[in-house]
């Protein structure tokens, strides 16, 4: 049965610091791609942070710099230390393979509010 879990969230000051973590069930996903996604009401869900099974990365602009992205197939584990935290960085963060779409399976996400 595939599951994910993301959690980690929480409220952070701007500057502050976070790291999610994602434990995700299933075999595929320590194979696969996986990534954080972050979504704002009102708006797309977007990728911010992308790794591949060999751990390649790649980032969205918006994070470059900022976020690290990070897994453990063993574990069926994916991470992201999210550093220098902003504002417009507040949003439900959530952890699935990429490419995903909005229908498929998709865990209840983490919430991360930045003040000001």
């Known amino acids: 049965q595939v599951q994910l879990v993301e959690s980690g969230g929480g409220l952070v000051q701007a500057g502050g610091s976070l790291r999610l973590s994602c434990a995700a069930s299933?075999?595929?996903?320590?194979?696969?791609?996986m990534g954080w996604y972050r979504q704002t009401p009102g708006k797309q869900r977007e990728l911010v942070a992308q790794?591949?099974?060999?751990?390649?990365?790649n980032y969205a602009d918006s994070v470059k710099g900022r976020f690290t992205i990070s897994r453990d197939n063993a574990k069926n584990a994916v991470y992201l230390q999210m550093n220098s935290l902003k504002p417009e960085d507040t949003a439900v963060y959530y952890c699935?393979?990429?490419?995903?779409?909005?229908?498929?399976?998709w865990g209840q996400g983490t919430q991360i509010t930045v003040s000001s």
């Open positions: 699935n393979k990429v490419p995903a779409s909005n229908y498929e399976y």
């Open positions: 299933g075999n595929i996903f320590s194979i696969v791609p």
């Open positions: 790794i591949t099974r060999k751990g390649n990365t």
